[in-house]
């Protein structure tokens, strides 16, 4: 399984890689904004993407509309800080699959890419840790 | 200007005494909780929001993000040198110094996971928080806007004693919205 990181802070890319290592998931595309994941994601065609909201030059609600304009299926989970419920609304009606707010724990966030790969369709193996 | 008198410094005491920003505060408290029990799977005490003394607030790394909208002000997470070094290697998983180059960002993220989820626990809307910005100098102080009143959050945790200061107020136009409501549950 291939995933795409997109989260401005370097520390939370790794903390993330830490967390899905152990599920067996050692391919990983990275990027620091909205605009940058943008620039990788139709040449790198993960299987998941995980999206920070805020972010600086474009942050994960723009990403996400330009995204889903043109990939309705690649699954997404929203991480972030955000945990208004009027946010989660939004990110929802904007095409997200999945939401963690942070801080979360590496067993929260398995679960959450588990729970999304299963709707998805995605080979259960991709996301059974090792 | 008479130190009581109208704008002396006792009636602004007064009027800071009465200001009521607890909610606001403790969920800055409750976020520091949350964020050791689960990122950083370890174990913390904090003391509940007290005065601020600005004489005893000299910090080593201090982490400052603004807060505007609805409630606006700043929160500064300070630490001496060594509980950095410990703290942020405990976030980032691998030994850290304050010389290393990922240093600064893994201190930005352990303050923007406090002053993040301390948003969401507010139970308003339109509150927004700045990036991180952050200081590496021995002994620094921070200087905060006058006219707001700021409480420091002392903490003790595995790795050593912090600090989360709070300065905080509810704007004009949060404070107005709010008033409807107050006045039709009093009814």
Known sequence: MKVMLVDDSKTMRNIQKNCLKPMGVEDFVEAQDGQDALSQVFAANPDLILLDWNMPILDGMGFLTAFRAKNKTTPVIMCTTEAEKHRIVDALRAGVNNYVVKPFTPDKLIEKIKQTMEKAGAPAAAATPA | ?187
């Open chain 2, 1 to 187: 200007m008479a130190a009581g008198g109208p704008g002396g410094l006792e009636e602004w005491s007064r009027r800071m005494a009465n200001i009521d920003n607890s909610r606001f505060e403790n969920a800055y408290a409750d976020s520091i909780k949350h964020l050791f029990a689960t990122m950083l799977a370890s174990t913390v005490r904090v003391a509940p929001p007290a005065a601020h003394e600005p004489r005893k607030s000299r910090f080593d790394v201090s982490c400052v993000i603004g807060v505007s909208g609805e409630v606006t002000g700043l929160m500064v997470l300070g630490m001496d040198g060594l509980t950095a070094r410990k703290l942020i290697s405990r976030l980032a998983g691998a030994p850290m110094t304050l010389e290393h180059e990922d240093f600064i960002d893994a201190a930005g993220e352990l303050a923007n996971l406090i002053a993040g989820n301390a948003k969401g626990r507010f139970g308003i809307d339109g509150v927004s928080i700045s990036c991180p910005s952050v200081i590496v100098n021995p002994g620094h102080m921070i200087f905060r806007p006058s006219g707001m009143r700021t409480v420091v959050i002392a903490c003790e945790s595995e790795d050593g004693p912090f600090s989360v200061e709070v300065t905080l107020q509810q704007s004009a136009a949060g404070a107005a919205r709010k008033q409807p409501a107050a006045s039709a549950a009093a009814r």
